[in-house]
Antibody, heavy 123, light 105 residues
């Protein structure tokens, strides 16, 4: 069964850090770009990071650049999101999602999504 | 690139034809996808490259458009189609989503 499973969410104070993981199964993880997409409570979707299949390129929007880093271990079929200097407005469900292609440039959509992990930033 | 979806919500009945539009703030060729999201669930890919139906998605869903104006059409609304729909652009490997359209009974 094709599956993505996120873990690592939780409650953290402003300024704190969290590391999210995304474990993939049922497809050849190493040949696809992967992304993290978040959704604040009652709000829309925002892509917060992406990484190519070979880890040679990454993407971050202005809202998280310099605070979040993305990585992957193709030998473990796992992707990570390290989140530092967390802010209250980073509170959201974080989904990992598989891209259609191996690079960010030719991945115009995301066809497999995990169930998400909740990150709450609050004092 | 901003994606403006309309309407933000709509009421419809089973069997209705439903159309949701998305306008890009600049031309983006056909780099548009559409997703369906139900409460408490992850988004589901319906359409990519503006008009390509994702495998396993019913043929009552279709997409069209290029440049700046894009449309998602559901030809005969089914009970399981009541959800929120998002467009997404991916021009130049910069991704943004529309604000969503909630389709209600």
């Amino acid at each position: 069964e094709v599956q993505l499973l996120e873990s690592g969410g939780g409650l953290v104070q402003p300024g704190g850090s969290l590391r999210l993981s995304c474990a993939a199964s049922g497809f050849k993880f190493s040949i696809y770009a992967m992304t993290w997409v978040r959704q604040a409570p009652g709000k829309g979707l925002e892509l917060v990071s992406g990484i190519s299949a070979s880890s040679t390129s990454t993407y971050f929007p202005d809202s998280v650049r310099g605070r979040f880093t993305i990585s992957r271990d193709n030998s473990k079929n796992t992707m990570y999101l390290q989140m530092n200097s967390l802010r209250v407005n980073d509170t959201a469900v974080y989904y990992c999602a598989k891209a259609l292609g191996p690079t960010l440039e030719n991945s115009d959509a995301f066809d497999i999504w995990g169930r998400g992990t909740m990150v709450t930033v609050s004092s | 690139i901003q994606m403006t979806q309309s309407p933000s919500s709509l009421s419809a009945s089973v069997g209705d034809r439903v159309t949701i539009t998305c306008r890009a703030s600049r031309t983006i060729s056909a780099y548009v996808s559409w997703y369906q999201q139900k409460p408490g669930k992850a988004p589901k890919l319906l359409i990519y490259s503006a008009s390509t139906l994702q495998s396993g998605v019913p043929s009552r869903f279709s997409g069209s458009g290029s440049g700046t104006d894009f449309t998602l059409t559901i030809t005969s609304l089914q009970p399981e189609d009541f959800a929120t729909y998002y467009c997404q652009q991916s021009y130049n490997a910069l991704w943004t989503f529309g604000q969503g359209t909630k389709v209600e009974i």
